[in-house]
């Protein structure tokens, strides 16, 4: 089986390389979304299905997929806490290739799975098939400010670190006008260790480079779950190798 490295290209051009997003009062937001759709759409998505799948990965690589799968084993600790009723709906905003979907699925949960990427919704779709739970997802491909509805529960994981300030809060004040109940999701909490990794990531050979994160300080993400309407209820640190992200929940401010 290739490895990760073997099956990504390896030219430097893509502009999601470049670790400085646009700025959203120069209209650019838009442009900056597209990016993050072409890029999960393709280099992307054979980057990130080798590491949510079975590839063999360089060793660099594998942290991720370990940190992720760590920030995934908390996630379900805290939902099974949370007492949803069976067949509660959950949307997955930012499914990628569907692995928590279908394991909500597998739960009795009934699954809303949205991504920005159609390469991404496709493995995703072809994985809660080969399940046995695709009656139980209804899958979309589109950006996530457009997602309407309402859920029993939102989950948002490893979307909104690649969100600036200004783009972050207006999405996580959308994704808790979704939510009758919880809000989960990760975010790339700002310190100068983890600034200087990122630094370092940018300068190593193109197949193991970093994506671009945008670090958000504690008291912007405190400040935009308050004018949510969210408080804050559990919150832990996820951290192996280069993966390292905050992986909070918020209920609704009573």
Request: proline share 6%.
């Amino acid at each position: 089986m290739p490895t990760v490295d073997q099956i990504e290209p390896t030219d430097s051009a893509h502009p999601y390389d470049v670790t400085a997003a646009p700025d959203p009062a120069d209209a650019s937001a838009q442009a900056y979304k597209a990016q993050l759709r072409d890029y999960f759409d393709g280099i992307g998505f054979a980057r990130w299905s080798a590491i949510y799948g079975e590839a063999k990965l360089s060793r660099i690589r594998h942290t991720i997929r370990v940190g992720h799968q760590q920030m995934l084993a908390t996630l379900h600790g805290w939902l099974a806490q949370a007492n949803l009723p069976h067949g509660a709906h959950i949307l997955d905003a930012g499914c990628g290739t569907g692995i928590l979907a279908v394991t909500l699925a597998q739960q009795g949960y009934t699954v809303t799975a949205v991504d920005i990427a159609p390469h991404m919704v496709q493995a995703a779709t072809e994985r809660a098939i080969a399940a046995g739970v695709a009656e139980q997802i209804t899958f979309h491909t589109g950006d996530l400010e457009q997602v309407g509805g309402r859920y029993d529960a939102v989950v948002c994981l490893d979307v909104l670190i690649h969100y600036p300030p200004a783009l972050f809060t207006p999405m996580l004040h959308h994704l808790a006008s979704l939510s009758r109940g919880p809000l989960y999701f990760t975010h790339a909490p700002y310190n100068h260790l983890l600034a200087a990794m990122h630094w370092l990531g940018g300068h190593f050979p193109q197949s193991h480079r970093r994506t671009t994160i945008q670090m958000i300080p504690d008291a912007h993400v405190s400040a935009a779950l308050t004018g949510a309407g969210m408080r804050q209820q559990h919150v832990a640190n996820i951290s192996s190798g280069f993966y390292f992200v905050r992986l909070l929940g918020a209920t609704p401010q009573s």
